[in-house]
């Protein structure tokens, strides 16, 4: 996804820098991706209509 397309406000984690993140973090929970985007080994796709304010995160250690 390009960063500087005008009107996409859809961002995505830079895949090198989640591996760094992810090496201290162990992220089990993406908490704002889409299904074609996720990189935790759970998430809440928004593009599916998953509301992360109202969700449970199950106490894991969230990627934003």
């Known amino acids: 996804m390009k960063m500087n397309v005008k009107g ?17 973090f162990n992220f089990t929970l993406d908490a704002a991706c889409t299904t074609a ?14 509301n992360a304010l109202q969700t449970s995160w199950g106490g894991g250690t969230c990627l934003l």
């Open 8 to 24: 996409n406000d859809g961002f995505e984690t830079p895949d090198f820098l989640y591996r760094q993140l992810d090496r201290v």
């Open 37 to 50: 985007n996720c990189k935790a080994p759970r998430g809440l796709y928004f593009d599916q209509g998953i």
